[in-house]
């Protein structure tokens, strides 16, 4: 197995692992949360969801600590103190599940880039 072929298979898998956690991340917690702050007369927590971003916000902010780098609590987009009322454990659980594979992901894209794997 030469470098690039390990390269595309490391880049295969980390890409189904982001895709796979976020649409379950997407499907599961994310809709059981703007449906418990739905019932408590709240709008959605983001209004705006280009290309899924609202999911990304979401897992940034019941996944990492508030004021972080990754979850900052001047993002006008979501109201982060609100949203991690809303979510249970195992939402935190899966959005930090589809955080870390999404960044790993991207790791693994810039590195390939750095390195000449990709074209």
Same mark, same amino acid.
């Given at each position: 197995?030469?470098?690039s072929d390990f390269y595309f298979w490391l880049a295969l898998i980390s890409f189904l692992a982001?895709?796979?956690?976020w649409?379950?991340?997407a499907r599961i917690s994310?809709?059981?949360i703007e449906k418990r702050m739905a019932a408590? *007369? &709240?709008?959605?927590?983001?209004l705006w969801d280009g290309v899924g971003a609202r999911a990304i916000w979401i897992a940034a902010a019941i996944s990492f600590p508030l004021g972080s780098f990754l979850n900052?609590?001047?993002n006008p987009s979501i109201d982060a103190t609100t949203i991690r009322r809303y979510a249970t454990k195992?939402?935190?659980?899966? *959005? &930090?599940?589809?955080?870390?594979s999404m960044y790993t992901g991207l790791a693994v894209i810039v590195v390939g880039v750095a390195l000449g794997y990709v074209d």
């Open positions: 197995m030469t470098t982001m895709a796979i956690s649409i379950s991340f994310m809709t059981a408590d *007369g &709240l709008p959605r927590p983001c900052p609590s001047w195992f939402d935190q659980r899966l *959005g &930090l599940t589809f955080a870390l």
